[in-house]
């Protein structure tokens, strides 16, 4: 039989305890101040309910008994709310504080795990460790609410422990890097919503970020970058602009302690055996080629590996020795993924040490390289943990494994009896968009929407019972190819981040997303007075709209991509709210038309609101993103190469384009009689490696020195307009072309190439627009 969750029955108690208190009863004094429904993410393993409020007074007290930890959890419930509420408590040892934190080892309590029970007069919370008092200082700041009455605390009772022990968020600092103000920002809200592991990527092809003082080249050299393109170029002098970032050992250690503080691990990645462009720029000795290449400014796969020479592992060690010194906790992470063998099994060289090994095969070879790290790293106390690729030729009994392309890797491993971490592209990637709006970041824009995020379940039905305890967690990455600034990785992060914590704290059951979002809408309040940058795009009503043959009407779709919420839509100016229309199947409007939506939660309209003046000419023009391909091969959402400092500001332009065979298309178009097709196409450099998928990329062969921009009716049919491509964009950074239509049926499939090799400059598609042959100003 199913299990009710925990959850539901409590809720249920608590109308019945509300209803119950209501009928019977005078209200109690502090019942006189609304209480709103407490709400947390993530859901406590059990909460009861019990109605009214502890009432905190102006000057409220907090006190710890315990020692340090509990001391700490004093501070950061103090903190915490007075950053939230603007409303602090003084340190005190009064036996009448309003509230009192105790750590006592001999209560039994789980890791991370606390209790806290509210009444009238005080709020208590006990942990048997430091780390579950400071969860439950949380806890209580998000819990407090202020109103007219002043502040209080929901009466209310908690038995909170985490169902995973790993519950982290890795942070690719290699492609782009975070300031140490940034990265402690993100630790700060990594710590609000319970998380524990903030797993560090610190080197790759691009970037060597972390210092090592017996390498020092290895930031002097690998921590700059020429980037692809104008991005790469002084504007003024045309000089080289390199892209530079690398992390001292004092601001490491700077941000250790700043982690272990708030009970987040740090786990540093050093990637090998590929990976490691940008190191092998810094001391080509440890790589194949001579000359070495720099740095790489392309993005992917690429074929660059360490050598297997003893110096170059021996070299390796010493930098793991510096790693370790800075890291305190228990993992190292070696990396592992994406490396292509190509260069090993084309040098005589590492073939011949492969027979000195007496390994047989170049993955072999790799499970040779992360043994000998693994047997270095446990002599010094440490484990290693690599991405799933390492289990291929075998794995020393101690690594652990996390779990990228999806969690077959993370099953077998388990099954072997390896600790894994869940890590799958297919959900966990924050890098990949989490909607279709128009406003989202560069990225990846297979679709993570939050509600993907929070169906996850780490432990899968293909593992046997007996196995799941070596599923450590999960993990979600925030890869900064396309996030080159820190508000765009809080974009990616937030409120995603919330999904990831409840699928890593609260139990396998508690996994209602309705009740989820609500909590969500309760947390947004505290994203705001913490500075979080978090992305109102996924609650976002997008809205399509198909004009319909006549053009004096348009179908008009609306949907939310962070999942399944109600849309409720105004048709007269009016902001929409819980009694305008609910959305629920395509409406067909007469032009113009204006549509105003917003998704309806807890009775609220939430931001941001949709608001859309429709007209025959609006709906002629199309941005790329409703213009990739049905069926795509790579769809990325790039940016423009402009240069930061260039007269635009930091704003550029940012294209869809699938990559690997870019065209454009716009299926029944409305295309009328005597109509011209304006394109606005700009200019980015193809800086990808992409390994086994080049072979992928298509382009159609150009006729005149540059190509030609096709309109065809269909992407495999007869070509209606075509025009002779520029040598480049003018300086602007964007050309406008204008095609002329022939036809005069209407609608039109269209579909929009270049033809010419896309690379090194691949031409895109901002938008298109039909014009009228006549009547259009
Ligand atoms: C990875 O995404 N290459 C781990």
């Known amino acids: 039989m199913p299990s009710i969750p925990i959850r539901i029955l409590l809720s249920l108690a608590a109308a019945l305890i509300a209803v119950a208190s209501g009928c019977s009863r005078a209200p109690a004094p502090e019942a006189a101040v609304a209480v709103a429904q407490p709400r947390l993410i993530p859901a406590p393993a059990q909460m009861r309910v019990q109605g009214g409020a502890l009432q905190l007074p102006a000057a409220a007290e907090v006190a710890a008994t315990g020692g340090a930890g ?81 502040a209080s605390i929901p009466k209310v009772s908690i038995e909170d422990v985490p169902r995973f022990g790993w519950r982290g968020l890795m942070l690719d600092s290699a492609r782009h890097a975070q300031s140490v103000d940034e990265i402690k920002h993100l630790l700060d809200s990594m710590a609000l919503h319970k998380l524990n592991v903030l797993h560090w990527h610190l080197t790759d092809d691009q970037g060597w970020r972390i210092e090592i ?30 892209y530079c970032a690398w992390y001292s050992q004092a601001q490491i250690r700077e941000l250790v302690a700043y982690a272990s503080a708030r009970h987040i691990e740090i786990v540093p990645e050093i990637d090998l055996p590929g990976h490691a462009q940008a190191a092998i720029a810094a001391y080509p000795q440890l790589g194949l080629l001579d000359p070495a290449l720099p740095v790489s400014p392309d993005w992917g796969v690429h074929s660059i590996l360490f050598s297997v020479e003893e110096d170059t592992v021996r070299t390796l060690e010493q930098v793991l020795d510096e790693v370790v010194a800075l890291f305190p906790g228990r993992f190292i992470h070696i990396g592992g993924d994406e490396a292509v063998k190509d260069q090993w099994r084309a040098s005589a060289r590492v073939q011949a040490r492969m027979r000195e090994l007496g390994v047989d095969s170049e993955e072999a070879l790799q499970s040779w390289l992360i043994q000998r790290m693994e047997r270095y ?90 196995k799941h305890g070596h599923v450590l967690g999960l993990q979600a990455n925030v890869w900064t ?12 992060v937030f409120p995603r981040i919330a999904a990831l914590a409840e699928r890593g704290w609260s139990s396998r059951e508690q996994r209602d997303f309705n009740d989820f979002v609500l909590r969500l809408a309760a947390l947004l309040p505290a ?60 409406l067909d409007l007469p032009l113009p038309a204006e549509v105003l939506a917003a998704v309806v939660i807890n009775g609220e309209a939430q931001l941001p609101l949709t ?41 550029r332009a940012i294209f869809n384009v699938d990559i690997f065979e870019p065209r454009w298309e716009w299926p029944a178009s409305p295309v009328g009689a005597g109509d011209r097709l304006r394109v606005r196409a700009g200019r ?82 901002d938008h298109i627009e039909l014009l009228p042959a006549t009547g259009r100003p």
Request: hydrophobic letters at 40%; charged letters at 20%.
């Open 70 to 150: 509990a001391e700490q959890a004093a501070a950061r419930l103090s903190e915490l709310s007075q950053r939230l509420h603007a409303h602090g408590l003084q340190r005190a040892d009064s036996a009448s504080a309003s509230v009192h934190f105790e750590l006592d080892a001999a209560a039994g309590l789980a890791r991370e795990a606390y209790r806290i029970e509210v009444t009238d007069t005080q709020a208590r919370a006990i942990a048997s460790d430091a780390a579950g008092l400071f969860h439950a200082a949380t806890s209580l700041a998000l819990l407090m609410q202020v109103g007219e009455g002043g």
């Open 213 to 242: 003082k017996q390498f020092p080249r290895l930031t002097e050299v690998g921590g700059c970058r020429i980037p692809a393109g104008a991005a790469g170029r002084d504007p003024l002098s045309g000089e080289p602009s390199p």
């Open 377 to 466: 790293l446990a002599a010094k106390g440490r484990r290693l943990i690599g991405w799933d690729e390492i289990l291929e030729g075998g794995l020393p009994a101690g690594a652990a494994v996390m779990s990228w392309r999806g969690i077959e890797g993370g099953v077998v491993a388990a099954g072997q009896g390896h600790d894994v971490v869940m890590s799958p592209s297919s959900e966990l990637y924050f890098d990949y968009l989490q909607s279709g709006s128009e406003r989202e970041v560069p990225g990846r824009p297979a679709m993570i929407p939050i509600s993907r995020v929070y169906a996850f379940e780490p432990v899968p039905p293909a593992l046997a019972a007996d």
């Open 481 to 492: 190819e396309h996030l080159r600034s820190y508000a765009r990785v809080q974009h990616a």
């Open 527 to 586: 994203y705001r007075a913490l500075d979080i940058a978090y992305a109102d795009t996924g609650f976002e009503v997008q809205l399509r709209a198909d004009l319909k043959p006549g053009l004096a009407q348009a179908t008009v779709r609306l949907s939310v991509d962070a999942g399944d919420v109600p849309i409720h839509y105004s048709l007269d100016g009016t902001p929409p709210g819980p009694e305008s229309p609910r959305y629920s199947t395509a």
């Open 611 to 651: 608001k859309m003046t429709l007209t025959a000419d609006s709906l002629r023009l199309r941005r790329s993103p409703a213009l990739m391909p049905a069926t795509p091969k790579l769809v990325l959402r790039l940016e423009d190469d402009q240069p930061l400092d260039s007269a635009s500001g930091d704003a």
């Open 684 to 765: 980015i450099p193809y800086n990808f490696q992409l390994h086994g998928d080049e072979a992928n990329r298509r382009f159609v062969p150009a006729v005149s020195p540059h190509g030609e921009l096709r309109l065809q009716r269909g992407c495999d049919g007869p070509v209606l307009a075509e025009q002779v491509l520029p040598a480049d964009t003018p300086a602007a950074g964007f050309a406008e072309f204008e095609l002329q239509l022939q036809s005069g049926t209407a609608p039109t499939d269209l579909c929009l190439q270049f033809s010419g090799d896309s690379r090194p400059q691949l031409w895109v598609i």
